[in-house]
């Protein structure tokens, strides 16, 4: 079980930080993702990150704003959303997928286990 955390209304150029807790041993040497899903629109991968977090992947988009990281002893993940723009609202998931991975990480099919969403919405 995913429990994401940390969304909220903030302006453009704000920063907030997401938090997703896992339940479970296992997941602690799942791999770990953030995707977002705007109204209207499917939903988007945002950042990826290995179970050693050396290897980590990003949305060009958010790419030199966003720092996703982890912690496994405390099994979660975090998403430091800097610099926030309009274009970035939506509702942020997260999701793990245990490896060995064969599927790309940027797809949403790839993983497994998903969060219930948290809100983030950026206003002018």
């Known amino acids: 079980q995913l429990q994401a955390t940390g969304g909220g209304l903030v302006q453009a150029g704000d920063s907030l930080r997401l938090s997703c807790a896992a339940s479970?041993?296992?997941?602690?040497?799942?791999?770990k993702a953030w995707f977002r899903q705007a109204p209207g629109k499917e939903r988007e991968f945002v950042a990826d990150?290995?179970?050693?977090?050396?290897?980590?992947h990003y949305l060009d988009a958010v790419k030199g704003r966003f720092v996703i990281s982890r912690d496994n002893a405390k099994n979660t993940v975090d998403l430091q959303m800097n610099s926030l723009k309009i274009d970035d609202t939506a509702v942020y998931y997260c999701?793990?997928?245990?490896?060995?991975?064969?599927?790309?990480?940027?797809?949403?099919?790839?993983?497994?286990?998903w969060g219930q969403g948290t809100q983030v919405t950026v206003s002018s």
């Open positions: 479970g041993r296992t997941s602690r040497a799942y791999v």
């Open positions: 990150i290995s179970v050693s977090s050396q290897i980590i």
């Open positions: 999701a793990v997928v245990p490896p060995p991975v064969s599927s790309d990480l940027n797809q949403a099919g790839t993983y497994n286990y």
